[in-house]
T-cell receptor, first 114, second 111 residues
Framework: DTEVTQTPKHLVMGMTNKKSLKCEQH?????MYWYKQKAKKPPELMFV???????INESVPSRFSPECPNSSLLNLHLHALQPEDSALYLC?????????????FGDGTRLSIL | DAKTTQPNSMESNEEEPVHLPCNHS???????IHWYRQLPSQGPEYVIH???SNVNNRMASLAIAEDRKSSTLILHRATLRDAAVYYC????????????FGKGTKLSVIP
């Protein structure tokens, strides 16, 4: 069991749909992250939120829109995705954004775009 | 970002120690060395981290070379549950903590 909860675990959507991925943590962490992981590849950082403010956007296309409504919640809004966006989307959190802070990961949402 | 080099795969017998190497010759003086692992169908899991000195925790030990250009993750007694991809990561970023994952080492544990 992980302390970072991601919902849904699986999502299938068409290219014209709008959906959202949700991530929740109750460890009091003030940094939260979204990663994308393609099959048999390492995770790649997408976004970093620090104290509910977006601090890093790794040149992610605008069809991915992150949101951090409060310190415990992180959403990823999806719109007009492409088949190549099919991947495992991982959320993580850490106490802060110092270089020594371990990150705690959820088990991800497996997204399939039809 | 400091680049890491790890073997693609390694094998170990169950209940034997495992030494997973990582080279990071371009590491800078304030970069931390982190190890994460990813079991099948799960998100990555933090294992251990260090700066200059060797580190121990309940999961593993981290041995860091004196020049910091390489490190070794040591699992003292491999179990079947330790079969995973192990990532050696050098932290980067001046203001925020970013994990740049390399390809990692896939560890197989033989019963």
């Amino acid at each position: 069991d992980t302390e970072v909860t991601q919902t849904p675990k699986h999502l299938v959507m068409g290219m014209t749909n709008k959906k959202s991925l949700k991530c929740e943590q109750h460890m009091g962490h003030r940094a939260m992250y979204w990663y994308k992981q393609k099959a048999k590849k390492p995770p790649e950082l997408m976004f970093v939120y620090s104290y509910e403010k977006l601090s890093i956007n790794e040149s992610v296309p605008s069809r991915f829109s992150p949101e951090c409504p409060n310190s415990s919640l992180l959403n990823l809004h999806l719109h007009a995705l492409q088949p190549e966006d099919s991947a495992l989307y991982l959320c993580a959190s850490s106490r802060g954004t110092g270089r020594y802070q371990p990150q705690h990961f959820g088990d991800g949402t497996r997204l399939s775009i039809l | 970002d400091a680049k890491t080099t790890q073997p693609n795969s390694m094998e170990s017998n169950e209940e034997e120690p495992v030494h997973l190497p990582c080279n990071h010759s371009t590491i800078s003086g304030t970069d931390y060395i982190h190890w994460y692992r990813q079991l099948p169908s799960q998100g990555p899991e933090y294992v251990i981290h260090g700066l200059t000195s060797n580190v121990n925790n309940r999961m593993a030990s981290l041995a860091i070379a004196e020049d910091r250009k390489s490190s070794t993750l040591i699992l003292h007694r491999a179990t079947l549950r330790d079969a995973a991809v192990y990532y050696c990561i050098i932290s980067s970023g001046a203001g925020s903590y970013q994990l740049t994952f390399g390809k990692g080492t896939k560890l197989s544990v033989i019963p």
